[in-house]
């Protein structure tokens, strides 16, 4: 039997591309628990995979990182760099400020900063500032979305149940302190 092939999604300009090696697109240890893996973490749709909204805000945090802690950074400037529409960065940006991951700062001079150490923030913070709750399956955060109605005796919810503690668990490991080491 082959080893399977650990692949990731990085979305593009031009589209989705496909990554073979895990490490390129920074999230390591969550990528051991499937060969093919797809991170959905909003409205309860399937296959995973990560929206749109939580790719930007984690390369949102990555920039705001490599400009400096403490370093204000207007979001046009964000927008321009990281090629996100102005409108949907500021929608992001609210967000991650409410969360109190990022400050935001108004009037001449203002902007966006980031002020806690990379070691302080994890991917699941920003991913669920943005989205919401994660859950691999609505009926793990509803059980009344259980169509049979019997969460407390479903094998399906005791297994998802075990990849969704598993995956937030990585998810809290991985902080932006380890994301910034790996090689670009």
């Known amino acids: 039997m082959r080893a399977p092939r650990y692949e990731c999604v990085e979305a593009g300009r031009s589209g989705a591309k496909r990554l073979t090696n895990v490490h ?4 390591v240890n969550f990528y051991k628990w499937t060969q093919r893996v797809y991170l959905r973490i909003s409205k309860g749709r399937f296959p995973m995979r990560v929206t749109q909204e939580s790719d930007y805000a984690l390369r949102v945090i ?9 370093e204000r950074v207007e979001a046009r400037v964000i927008s321009e760099k990281e090629n996100i529409p102005l409108r949907f960065l500021l929608k992001l940006l609210r967000k991650m400020a409410a969360a109190n991951i990022v400050r935001s700062y108004r009037g001449s001079g203002g902007g966006y900063a980031i002020e806690k150490q990379p070691s302080e923030i994890s991917v699941r913070e920003v991913i669920e500032a943005v989205e919401g709750p994660i859950y691999v399956n609505k009926c793990l955060g509803d059980s009344s979305q259980c169509n049979l109605d019997r969460t407390s005796t479903c094998h399906i919810h005791r297994a998802l149940q075990m990849v969704q503690d598993k995956l937030l668990a990585n998810l809290d490991e991985l902080t932006f302190e380890q994301i910034l080491k790996l090689e670009p």
């Open 24 to 27: 390129k697109c920074g999230i």
């Open 62 to 70: 990555i920039f705001l990182y490599q400009r400096g802690i403490g």
